[in-house]
């Protein structure tokens, strides 16, 4: 039965090229064959249908990246879409014999009672998301409310989502994703550890290689996501605008912030989003502006640039006040539990472990209370971006002091960096059954970097 208060989207996952380097075309994994996938716009409170067709070789997951979602349709890495074409394996269902493993095609019910938000979906299969999400299996699903409406924030054209991911290509312009042996690789002459993640040397937006967009010399929105597998950005403008304070931070992962926040630069690890305004009113007509990676060299310094085309009637201003939000605080916790993040040996090989173990499918790791709020505390040795399935959090703190300045808002992945504890507090209410935290680093992820927790 199909209800009728629900939207409904039906994407097919195929093979395609595309042209991404000029002269050359691209193989890609697409939904609806195209990189970045279609954009879904969604109402709060309203409940989207994606039914996902699988017409690549290879099984698939869909995941909702920030949904706040039901068990079942939240994209378990073992919930596989198969192939509806060709011949394949039940790989997963080795390890899991309650995995669903029939379909080819799958109905996903988001019931989106949260707040608008930048969310994102991409692959997530088991020990495969990195190269399924590398090769194009991502897209953006944005979440508006009547709260965020109601703000003089821009709008239309001048809200821009950017998803920003690295690649790396072969002469043909094929991708280059480094094979699964667990050793060195040479991209373009450095020497690159698998392990680590697999980073490209093309900076990507919206699929496109170092894009222009012309702006108007006013205030826009851009709604920034970090969907590289690995590589992280320390985002600025170049020039800056007189004055500095380039950004305005408007939101983070899981929409608005309480209170605008200004950057002169701004840290984004993989899957986190930073919701920002820029005022091109600052800078004289004429004016091209970069986006620059701070943390990046040679082709991997640069995103995207403005050109500042034209004057504009300002048509929008961001208010003091943005979004109510619920204060979690730490005398609402039940627990705090302890997780370490850490490379480990798996067997003969090197991979990462959450709490000492890599992941297992079939090991529930932890089991919150539905409707308790519960503090974790995480401890890494390299770089993890930690991301939670189905909850929110905030950031209690960084380093045993405040939170860091790019830790503001409800957040739904966190980035640990070497040596540093990191506690967030976050509820655990909305659905029962089982759901996935793992780094974000997807290769990492697929190394063992993932663990379960079952909301009973
Ligand atoms: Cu964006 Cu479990 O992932
Ligand atoms: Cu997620
Ligand atoms: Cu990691």
Avoid at 86 to 100: I, L, Q, R
Avoid at 200 to 220: C, F, H, K, M, Q
Avoid at 243 to 248: E, K, P, R, V
Avoid at 336 to 354: A, K, N, P, Q
Wanted: with cysteine.
């Amino acid at each position: 039965a199909r209800n009728p208060d629900a939207d409904r989207y039906e994407i097919v996952q195929r093979e395609a090229t595309m042209e991404i380097l000029p002269g050359t075309r691209t193989p890609i994994w697409g939904y609806q064959g195209t990189f970045p996938g279609p954009t879904i716009e969604s109402r709060s409170g309203r409940t989207a249908v994606v039914v996902h067709r699988n017409e690549l070789p290879v099984p698939t997951v869909v995941h909702l990246h920030g949904g706040h979602t039901p068990a079942d349709s939240d994209g378990y890495t073992t919930d596989l879409v198969l192939p509806a074409g060709g011949t394949h394996t039940a790989h997963a269902g080795m390890h899991d014999p309650a995995a669903k493993v029939t379909q080819v095609e799958r109905e996903y019910v988001y019931p989106l009672r949260q707040k608008a938000a930048t969310l994102w979906y991409h692959d997530h299969r088991m020990d495969f998301t990195g190269p399924a999400v590398y090769r194009g299996l991502a897209g953006f699903h944005l979440v508006r409310d009547d709260e965020e409406d109601s703000l003089p924030l821009p709008r239309g054209e001048r809200e821009l989502p950017l998803m920003i991911a690295d690649r790396a290509f072969a002469e043909d312009g094929s991708m280059r994703y480094p094979s699964i042996d667990p050793t060195l690789h040479t991209v373009h002459g450095v020497e690159e550890s698998y392990v680590e993640g697999v980073l490209g040397d093309v900076i990507l937006v919206n699929g496109a290689p170092w894009p222009v967009a012309e702006v108007s010399a006013t205030r826009y929105r851009l709604r920034v996501l970090n969907a590289s597998n690995a590589r992280r950005y320390d985002l600025a403008l170049d020039p800056p605008p007189p004055g500095g304070q380039a950004f305005t931070q408007i939101g983070s992962d899981q929409g608005l912030l309480d209170a605008p926040r200004v950057h002169d630069h701004v840290t984004v690890a993989p899957a986190e989003r930073f919701d920002l305004v820029v005022d091109f009113g600052r800078y004289p007509i004429g004016s091209e502006v970069t986006l620059v990676n701070r943390l990046g060299a040679g082709g991997t310094a640069h995103v995207m640039r403005f050109r500042v085309t034209r004057r504009a009637t300002e048509d929008s201003h961001i208010p003091d006040r943005l979004a109510d939000i619920e204060p979690l605080d730490r005398t609402q916790a039940t627990v705090t539990r302890e997780f370490s993040f850490r490379g480990g040996r798996i067997g003969d090989r090197h991979g990462w472990t959450i709490g000492g173990h890599p992941f297992s499918p079939t090991r529930t790791d932890v089991r919150p209370r539905l409707g308790d709020v519960e503090i974790w505390r995480f401890v890494a040795d390299v770089h993890h971006p930690i991301h939670l399935h189905l909850v929110h959090f905030r950031v209690l703190s960084r380093g045993d002091r405040e939170p860091g300045p790019y830790d503001a808002g409800r957040k739904d992945t966190v980035d640990l960096r070497p040596g540093e504890a990191v506690e967030v507090i976050a509820r655990f209410d909305g659905y029962r059954g089982r759901y996935m935290f793992h780094c974000h680093n997807l290769e990492h992820e697929d190394m063992g970097m993932m663990a379960n927790f079952e909301v009973f």
